[in-house]
Nanobody, 123 residues
Framework: QVQVVESGGGLVQAGGSLRLSCAAS????????MGWYRQPPGKERVLLAA???????VMRDPGKGRFIISRDKSKSTFYLQMNNLKPEDTAVYSC?????????????????WGQGTQVTVSS
């Protein structure tokens, strides 16, 4: 079993910064990758960024040039540094783990979600 807890969300003015954390616990050897998702009000949840166990990263367009995904392997914690925030970044941010090191089926690989953390950016 692996669990994750997100933290670091809050209310910030446009142009400000926040750093989100996703702390994993349990059998963290199962983790092969991690993704940050966000769900704006009234919209679907979408993948924003991802990082693999070897440090390779992917950042989708909304975060390019402003957000940085990183990890501290020793702490089994993943981060999303968000700079120059805009009102359109307002969303619930969640982390999801890829447990490919332990599971081969899609359902169990991506079953681990945190509770989400709210980010609100005021104009």
């Amino acid at each position: 079993q692996v669990q994750v807890v997100e933290s670091g969300g809050g209310l910030v003015q446009a142009g400000g910064s926040l750093r989100l954390s996703c702390a994993a616990s349990g059998d963290t050897r199962c983790i092969s990758a991690m993704g940050w998702y966000r769900q704006p009000p009234g919209k679907e949840r979408v993948l924003l960024a991802a990082i693999t166990s070897d440090g390779s990263t992917v950042m989708r367009d909304p975060g390019k040039g402003r957000f940085i995904i990183s990890r501290d392997k020793s702490k089994s914690t993943f981060y999303l540094q968000m700079n120059n925030l805009k009102p359109e970044d307002t969303a619930v941010y969640s982390c999801n783990l890829d447990l490919q090191n332990c599971f081969s089926d899609y359902e169990r690989r991506f079953a681990t979600w945190g509770q989400g953390t709210q980010v609100t950016v005021s104009s």
